[in-house]
Each structure stands twice: as C-alpha cells, then as structure tokens.
C-alpha cells in the first residue's frame, strides 16, 4: 500500500508539470489540452461519477417518467441530507487511508441521546443536540488516541466500536426501543416540512457563484504573484455561467412543488465548508499530505498523530449529526435508526464519488456526488417495484465498478510517471 502511494508522487508531478507548459502556452485551448493529457494519465476526477449520473437519469426517466418528476427530486434531496452528512465524514476519514466502520452506531447512539434528553428528561433542544455532538467528538478521540498510540488498526477500533455503541445505543433507549420526537419540535419541522421560499433559494445560489468567482479569481492571483501559470479568464466565466443556469434551472423545478429542502442545503453548506478546509487551509493540505504517504509527511514536521486524530473526529461528529437527522426525519429514535444498511450506503457513496480508499485523492464534493448516485439508484429501482435484493445487487455493482475505475486510474499513473 505504501508502495502504491510513493509512486503517485511523481505522476502527479509530471503531470502538473506538463499542463503548465500547455496552458502558458495556449490559453483556453491548452486547458482543454491539459484536461485531456489528465484523462490518459489515469486523472479522471469526478468525470465518470458525472457521467454514471447522467446515464442513471436517463435510464430511470426512460424506464418510468415520475423518477424526473418535481415531486420525486425532492423526495430524492430529502433521502440525500442525513445520510449524505454521513459520506462526508467518512471522506475525510479515507483521506488519510483510514476507515471508520460505526459511523451507522454512533448515529444510531446520537439519535438515541436527543431522544431520551429531550422527550424523557426535558432537556432543551439545543443541549441535547450538543451533548450528542460533544459524545461524538469524544469517541472520535478515544479511535485517534488508540490508533496513534496503541497502532491499533482502525478496522478493528471502529469494527469494536460498531458492536460496542449499537449495544450502547439500544441500552440508553430502554425496553421499549423507541422514542417519539415531538411533530412540532423545529428539529422534526428542519427535517421534514422547511423548504426555501424561491426568491430565498435564488439569492443563495447566486451568492454560492459569487463566491466560488472570487475563489477562483483569488486563486489565479495568488498563482500569477507566485509565478504560476493561469487559466484564461474566460473559463472563470464559463464555469460560473454553467453552475448558475444549472442551479436556476433545478430552484425553478423543485419550486413547481414543495421547493429546495433547508436540510439539503445544509448538506449542500456542509460539504463546500468541508471542501475550503481541505483546499484552502493548512489543515486541508496535511491532511492529503498524511494520506499520500505518511512517511514523507512525518519527516516534512507534519504533526501526523493530530491529522489522524482531527480527520477521525471529523468523522464521528458528522455521524452524529446525520444520525439526529435521520432520527428528525424519521421523527424517532429508535433501534433502526442508523441500522441496516446505513454503513455500507455511507462508505459506498464517498468511494463512487471518487474518494480514494488507498489515501489522499479525493474531495468533499465526492459525499454529494456519491449519495446521489446510490439514492438516485435506490429511488429509480423503488419506482420500478423493484425488490430490495435487486437494488443491493445494482448499488454493489456500481461500487465494485468504482473501486476498478479508481485502481485502473492509480495504476495508469503510475505507469505515466516511471515513463
């Protein structure tokens, strides 16, 4: 595994290196060389998970023309925001090559705590939110602390604590196994019944495309004073031209029925602040330093034993936090809440997306992409009266399909840079 990471070093490189050449010398048409020189090098990014996407659309639309329907979008965004939190988490978690196989149980252990604080004890909303939030960093800590100083394997500390916070989970629950969130409660309203207004949900999408300008025009200056070579202007405009007819396109269909869900857009809000932490910020770069090759980052003064124990807690406070979703939306708390198949869905959707599980490729936009594409699939195949043994077939078909796709990737560039 170690092997296979030191070599992606070089490729990336010399792949940097050629597109410098291409795009200083080019403009807009050397981007679209150097994209090109990134898809026969094995970089394809997020490339086949759009184009899975556009495949699963069409597919379903064809075989049943509700799937495109404004109602069932909205449904779809509705199934996304719980567990979508929860394949964010487990994106940063693989991004220093680790994993974290209870982040169904802590979400069922989080769900159970807001329930018996705020039904059974009287708890206000807020504290019950933060102590379940608080549990979940400190779990975070306690598989950092024994990962970093016992090397135990995270398999095997977070499998041990699969088994030990369902056991806890279904203790703090009781005899009865399940509790009833008040309808009223805005925990239960925030999950299930707030939509943006339309003139709401246009002015955040045009305030998320001035920012993702300024980012890249901040960007591109930071590279010119740095000596870098820029793209052209121009696909600063096009890439925001393209996001802003894209988001009034989806906010005018939704709104012809209940509209863009508040608990999507905060998946939506929690992916992007994810996503500026890991490109913008010191933390961000020793955290794919950390999962590239932890050697070469231990001996740059990389304080590795931190970045393992801040990625993993990153992690399990983002369980929770889905896990009081999923109990808001469910409005209970109860045994199945974070069961079945919320893991294998979690992890699943953070590798179709693109994240790497051999360490330090990937992003935070991957949680969205992948929940997408496995909710879309799930929802298509429901459409379809469908049993659940077909859709567990299709969904394990599509991550096997994406693990080839990332091991092709990393093996052509690898090639690339020993050539």
Known sequence: MSEQKDNSAPTTIAVDLQDERVMRGEGLRGVLSGFGTRIRTGDLGSLPVFLGLIVIW????????RFLSATNLVDLTLQCA?????????VVVLLVAQIDLS??????????????????????????????LAVGAAIGYLYGFLFTRFGVPTFVVTLAGLMGFLGLQLWVLGPTGTINLPYNSWIVQFATTWFLPPWLAYTVAGLVVLGIVLNDVTKARRRTKAGLSTGPASLIVIKAVVIAVVAAVAITW???????????????????????????????????AVGGNEEAARRAGINVKAIYISALMVGTVLATLGGLMLAARLTAASISTGGGTTNLVAIAAAVIGGTSLFGGRGSAWSALLGIVVIQSIFNGLTLLNLQSDVQFMVTGGVLLLAVIIDSLSRRSRAQHGQS
């Not at 069409?58 to 023309?65: D, G, H």
């Open 82 to 90: 719980a567990l979508g939190v929860l394949a964010l988490g487990v």
């Open 58 to 65: 069409i597919v379903f639309q064809i075989l049943n023309p």
């Open 103 to 132: 982040i169904g149980s802590l979400a069922g252990l989080s769900s159970a705590i807001l329930g018996v604080t705020f039904v059974n004890m009287g708890w206000p909303i807020w504290v019950s939110v933060l102590v379940a």
């Open 254 to 288: 939704l709104a012809t029925n209940r509209g863009v869900a508040v608990s999507f857009l905060l998946f939506i809000v929690l992916v992007a602040i994810m996503a500026l932490l890991l490109t913008r910020t010191r933390w961000g770069r020793w955290v794919y």
